[in-house]
T-cell receptor, first 114, second 112 residues
């Protein structure tokens, strides 16, 4: 079963709010990813976790804080966001970090920052 | 030069037509390549993986040309349901730093 789930599906928040996005996979994958996607643009990599450790941070502002509580869960904590952070946030997972691993995406959280 | 380049389209083709997209990549050390399709306001879904010269799955054929650094996707007998954005993805890096680089996508519209 190639399934990655994300909650919530939609989120509206003010610039002073704190919220979290959640992602879960039950495929036994050891690498998990956060991407941000704006309309009519490709996904942009934000963070990569491998074996629950942060492997890549693509110079993401500190108002985005990732967390990997265990191998099947990935969170993205949001604080003091800006309206330009409004986007589709996609979580993905792959069996590992090597080049021949296929990556599977969750349905995304559509975030609106007011 | 962008790392992964695609013609954004849109490609408008009639049902039943054959259509091909190309994708060029700049890093000659890239080892694996993928095609994803993405429907409007949905997540990307894996269509095909390409590790050697090519791959075929039903109406879809992917070819890899390492000498010229491009990947192609051929869709035969196009269906209305094939209308989507097709994303070319290249995996590159070294141990511990592999990541997936996305092209900008090619929009396909199959017309009745």
């Amino acid at each position: 079963d190639t399934e990655v789930t994300q909650t919530p599906k939609h989120l509206v928040m003010g610039m002073t709010n704190k919220k979290s996005l959640k992602c879960e996979q039950h495929m036994g994958h050891r690498a998990m990813y956060w991407y941000k996607q704006k309309a009519k643009k490709p996904p942009e990599l934000m963070f990569v976790y491998s074996y629950e450790k942060l492997s890549i941070n693509e110079s993401v502002p500190s108002r985005f804080s990732p967390e990997c509580p265990n191998s099947s869960l990935l969170n993205l904590h949001l604080h003091a966001l800006q309206p330009e952070d409004s986007a589709l946030y996609l979580c993905a997972s792959s069996d590992g970090l090597g080049p021949y691993n296929e990556q599977f995406f969750g349905p995304g959280t559509r975030l609106t920052v007011l | 030069r962008k790392e992964v380049e695609q013609d954004p389209g849109p490609f408008n083709v009639p049902e039943g037509a054959t259509v091909a997209f190309n994708c060029t990549y700049s890093n000659s050390a890239s080892q694996s390549f993928f095609w994803y399709r993405q429907d409007c306001r949905k997540e990307p879904k894996l269509l095909m993986s390409v590790y050697s010269s090519g791959n075929e799955d039903g109406r879809f054929t992917a070819q890899l040309n390492r000498a010229s650094q491009y990947i192609s996707l051929l869709i035969r007998d196009s269906k209305l349901s094939d209308s989507a954005t097709y994303l070319c993805v290249v995996n590159e890096g070294t141990s511990g730093t592999y990541k997936y680089i996305f092209g900008t996508g090619t929009r396909l519209k199959v017309l009745a």
